[in-house]
């Protein structure tokens, strides 16, 4: 019979006959921010004597599966008419081998006006803040937007925009992944 208590799982075995084996499989589910290394150690004690202690404990050491992210946004042109339009492609690449969830992007223009924001998944919203939350890039794959926005700038001046990508591995708060067009 085993149980459990937080994160350590006690079986009592009974009697075990000479060079005989026993084998529980334990099984766990890990929380969605775990990050580095997955660590689980086994160790075995008896009331018996044994004469070798240095074989009774046994650790292993998997690396967690982790997302990576990066974010790209252009609108393939060096120029934008003032009073015009343009449309940026955003595209969120995931280069790890777990996915990556409850990512969130924002969008900061200057010389613009964000009307519309289509493709990709999440909750997108272009008013109070421009940009999606809760966005789900599968591992070595990518999510794309489409940024509609009318050229509010004067003429001479430049139309830049920026998006910064936080969460889901590798972008955070102080440190988000951007990228801008100008």
Do not use: H
Not at 4 to 30: E, K
């Amino acid at each position: 019979s085993c149980s459990i208590a937080i994160q350590t799982v006690s079986c009592n075995f009974g009697t075990l006959a000479p060079n005989a084996t026993r084998t529980y499989t334990i099984t766990g589910t890990l929380g969605v921010d775990a990050t580095g290394n997955l660590v689980n150690t086994a160790t075995t004690t008896t009331t018996t004597p044994d004469p070798d202690t240095s074989n009774n404990s046994s650790t292993s050491t998997t690396p967690m599966a982790q997302s990576s992210l990066t974010v790209s946004k252009s609108n393939g042109t060096s120029t934008v008419l003032a009073g015009g339009t343009t449309t940026y492609t955003v595209t969120i690449s995931n280069s790890g081998d777990a996915q990556a969830t409850g990512v969130t992007w924002t969008d900061s223009p200057t010389g613009l006006q964000i009307t519309e924001i289509t493709g990709g998944n999440g909750t997108c919203t272009i008013s109070p803040t421009i940009g999606c939350t809760g966005v789900t890039v599968p591992a070595n794959s990518s999510v794309s937007f489409t940024v509609k926005a009318n050229v509010t700038g004067a003429a001479g001046t430049d139309a830049v925009n920026t998006a910064s990508v936080t969460g889901g591995g590798g972008c955070t708060v102080n440190a988000p992944c951007t990228s801008t067009d100008t």
